[in-house]
């Protein structure tokens, strides 16, 4: 099993900077899957990024990057040039054993974006 | 295309009565998942399906809880004799797959609130 934690309740950013959210897991299993998840105040999951633990490279999606320390067991996300429109939650899912069921999340992080 | 269509999206009711919550998957996705959110236990996961193979239930909390997928497809997540700590939002998700790296893509949620 998965165990996911997410450090920062809350976070503040200024518009057009990048912010980091943090992510660390615990798992035995060598093959697992990290992905983050965006949940704005209207509720639904937005599905941002996924990093594989075989993975070569660090995953990227637009404004959004995944820094992905094996050594460290962290798997941060990466928000450049931040938008008033990421003000959301933000959550960090695992899962291990090759599939993708049975997510653990973590408690998430409130990003607010400041004008 | 169309998302995972859940309904209804609010749901008021009286403790001890029983509840059915309705979760449409995106078509042509096989996997099926149902969480709960709430703000004391984050977001747990509830019970898989995949194609014609018996579910997962490992996560119902209890024997008031049950799940079926018809035809492949609708879910419906039964509560049978509502508490108030069934109080939450429960949130619907189907994948194209199960293999790492296949994202879940979740439904707005039904908020449940029991009285």
New interface residues.
């Given amino acids: 099993a998965q165990k996911i934690t997410q450090t920062q309740p809350g976070m503040f950013v200024q518009e057009k900077e990048a912010v980091t959210l943090d992510c660390t897991y615990d798992t035995s299993d060598p093959?697992?899957?990290l992905?983050w998840?965006k949940q704005p105040s209207?509720?639904?999951?937005?599905?941002l990024i996924?990093q594989?633990s075989y993975d070569q490279q660090n995953a990227t999606e637009g404004r959004y990057s995944l820094n992905f320390q094996k050594a460290r067991k962290s798997a941060n996300l990466v928000i450049s040039a931040s938008q008033l429109g990421d003000s959301a939650m933000y959550?960090c899912?695992g899962?291990s054993g090759?599939?993708?069921?049975?997510?653990?999340?973590?408690?998430?992080t409130l990003l607010t974006v400041n004008p | 295309g169309a998302g995972v269509s859940q309904s209804p999206s609010n749901k008021v009711t009286e403790k001890g009565k029983d509840v059915e919550l309705r979760c449409d998957p995106i078509s042509g996705h096989t996997?099926l998942?149902w969480?709960r959110q709430s703000l004391g236990q984050?977001?747990e996961?509830l019970i898989?399906f995949?194609g014609n193979s018996a579910p997962?239930k490992?996560?119902l909390p209890s024997d008031r809880f049950s799940a079926e997928r018809t035809g492949g497809s609708v879910s419906t997540l039964t509560i049978q004799r509502t508490q108030q700590e069934d109080s939450a939002?429960y949130?619907c998700?189907s994948?194209y797959r199960?293999?790492?790296?296949?994202?879940?893509?979740?439904?707005?949620?039904t908020?449940l609130t029991v009285t």
């Fill in positions: 093959s697992y899957g992905f998840y209207s509720g639904e999951m937005i599905f996924y594989g959550f899912a899962a090759g599939s993708n069921y049975k997510l653990t999340f973590g408690k998430g | 996997a998942y969480y984050g977001l996961f898989y995949q997962d490992s996560g939002v949130l998700a994948s199960t293999a790492s790296g296949s994202p879940l893509h979740f439904g707005n949620g908020r």
